[in-house]
């Protein structure tokens, strides 16, 4: 009897090929979009299902368990997995994988991006010029911030939070601090960072601070309307991590207050929407969750997910488990 799995919405065609060639046979959802949960439990209820591969916004919990009770594997499209109940699926003996390191790259070169785009208000010019308001060269136009010699500062030294530090250190001539609940000898050789035992001492320190910490309970509401007062005025803030790590209306009231000067976000609190007033501030930069948006790193992401479920259907331990 085959094995049968259900991706929850369409990936590039490599990942669905290498399922495809181990004889796998694979429904995808027909919408492209993400999937309401009574969509998701009504798809998954139609057949006997071994696996589903799942994204990021997908809620897999209890009641998805429940309407799917044959699955032995739950392989997410995605480097968290915050989106699963990882305790249940383990109570119930369902693994649980993740594709870590698929995105390292692609991540840490677009908080790159909206660094630049930010201190040197590319986003704001930008606008000012296509809507005829540009008259000519000035002295003063659209002044703003240079990286070199300024400190960064990073919260959580995982594999994106290194790569933004390598590529600021040693790219921008930068100098770097980070806080990790766990102190990492590694993080600091690759780039000469300074450890912080605490965040509020990366906060006060730094010139520009980037969120790289997973979302957990405890990192819920990490960035608080007291730890935003703890910044320098002059200092920006980057968030490429996840979007509930920031309180939002603690932060679009710090842009509007000037209690910074400005940040970046690629990912929101309330995601698809945005807090009150952001999208109105010229001091933000906003972009839709595309961090992972490169051919390479989405290819990568759906080559991992494929060989986690050919391995937990072939009785194997996945490459890439979680539980």
Not at 18 to 26: A, F
Not at 227 to 237: Q, W
Not at 240 to 264: K, Q
Request: hydrophobic share 40%.
């Amino acid at each position: 009897m085959p094995k049968l799995v259900y991706i929850t919405r369409k990936i590039p065609e490599l990942g669905l090929r290498l399922l495809q060639e181990k004889g796998i046979e694979i429904d995808v959802s027909p919408k492209d979009r993400p999937l309401t949960k009574r969509e998701l439990i009504r798809a998954l209820q139609k057949k006997s299902y071994d696996g589903v591969l799942s994204l990021l916004t997908d809620t897999i919990d209890t009641d998805i368990f429940d309407a799917a009770p044959s699955i032995k594997i739950v392989a997410n499209y995605a480097v968290g997995f915050n989106n699963i109940d990882v305790a249940e699926a383990k109570k119930r003996g369902i693994t649980v994988t993740n594709t870590p390191g698929a995105l390292t790259e692609a991540v840490a070169e677009h908080t790159i991006a909206l660094m630049l785009s930010l201190v040197r208000r590319v986003v704001e010019s930008d606008v000012y010029l296509r809507t005829g308001k540009f008259k000519g060269w000035g002295p003063e136009l659209f002044l703003g911030d240079e990286l070199m010699g300024r400190t960064l500062g990073i919260l959580g030294a995982g594999r994106i939070g290194g790569r933004v530090s390598d590529i600021a250190k040693k790219g921008l001539g930068m100098s770097v601090i980070y806080y990790d609940v766990k102190r990492s000898e590694e993080f600091e050789k690759s780039c000469g960072a300074k450890f912080r035992q605490t965040p509020e001492e990366v906060l006060r320190e730094a010139d520009v601070v980037s969120i790289h910490v997973p979302l957990l309970p405890e990192t819920r509401h990490f960035i608080t309307q007291a730890r935003l007062a703890l910044m320098k005025k002059t200092a920006y803030l980057i968030n490429t991590s996840r979007g509930p790590v920031i309180d939002e209306d603690a932060l679009a009231g710090a842009l509007r207050a000037g209690v910074i000067r400005g940040a970046a976000l690629d990912v929101f609190e309330y995601e698809p929407k945005l807090a009150k007033g952001l999208a109105k501030l010229s001091n933000v930069v906003l972009t839709p969750h595309i961090a992972s948006a490169t051919t390479e790193a989405r290819l990568d992401m759906a080559r991992m997910a494929a060989e986690n479920i050919i391995a937990a259907l072939e009785g194997k331990t996945p490459p890439n488990l979680v539980s």
